[in-house]
């Protein structure tokens, strides 16, 4: 069976402090996507990164980075510098490459950064 | 832009009602999905769409149906809504032929429907 878990229900961090999104996955294939999304309180879900199976390089964009990690079957999220706008629900998201194009979510993470 | 509209941000219904919540694209996508979004819970997909007149159930279709009569519009049904069926509906859009397509996810705003 696929599954997202997502272990921290909420966090809550000082601006300017780096905090740190865990997610663990479980599959059994070999193929899969990776995703995380932001929904902030508007509500609409936004794209933040893909990672595919074969790609274990952690990524940095601006503030963000991702770490990747098949040994632990982790794809860890990291927002450095935390800002008032990085409040939000962050959800992570396996996507498997054969069968029907489904997204499996984790329960996702509120995070609410205080001023 | 890439735009997914969603008719209703907010609606109340009662009990054995027959909702429709409507969900329009402007981007030409050939997926279009269905989730519902509940605490603890993340998102669950309900029901997903390749083609115009295709769908195909998700993880949790009882309850619901869907409609896709033309590309751009996606329709989910509650057909006798029920108390349980009070949550978040998200509606998703991406392009791209076939299941194994991967390509991220286009999200509406959300339509949050209390049936009492």
């Known amino acids: 069976a696929q599954k997202v878990t997502q272990a921290q229900t909420e966090i809550s961090v000082v601006e300017k402090e780096d905090v740190t999104l865990d997610c663990v996955y479980e599959t059994r294939d070999t193929t899969y996507y990776l995703f995380w999304y932001k929904q902030p309180p508007s509500g609409e879900l936004v794209f933040l990164i893909r990672?595919?199976?074969?790609?274990?390089q952690n990524e940095i964009s601006g503030r963000y980075s991702w770490n990747f990690q098949k040994s632990t079957s982790s794809f860890n999220f990291t927002i450095t510098a935390s800002q008032v706008v990085d409040s939000a629900v962050y959800f992570c998201?396996?996507?498997?490459?054969?069968?029907?194009?489904?997204?499996?979510f984790g329960q996702g993470t509120r995070l609410t950064i205080n001023p | 832009d890439v735009k997914v509209t969603q008719s209703s941000r907010y609606l109340v219904k009662r009990t054995g009602e027959k909702v429709f919540l409507e969900c329009v694209q402007d981007m030409d996508h050939e997926n279009m999905f269905w989730y519902r979004q509940d605490p603890g819970l993340g998102l669950r997909l309900i029901y997903f769409s390749y083609d115009v007149k295709m769908k195909e159930k998700g993880d949790i279709p009882e309850g619901y149906s869907v409609s896709r009569e033309k590309k751009e519009r996606f329709s989910l049904i509650l057909e006798s809504a029920s108390t349980n069926q009070t949550s978040m509906y998200l509606c998703a859009s991406n392009p791209g032929r076939g299941p194994s397509y991967n390509s991220p996810l286009h999200f509406g705003n959300g339509t949050r429907l209390t049936v009492t």
């Open positions: 998201a396996l996507h498997l490459f054969q069968g029907a194009q489904k997204l499996v």
């Open positions: 990672r595919n199976s074969f790609d274990e």
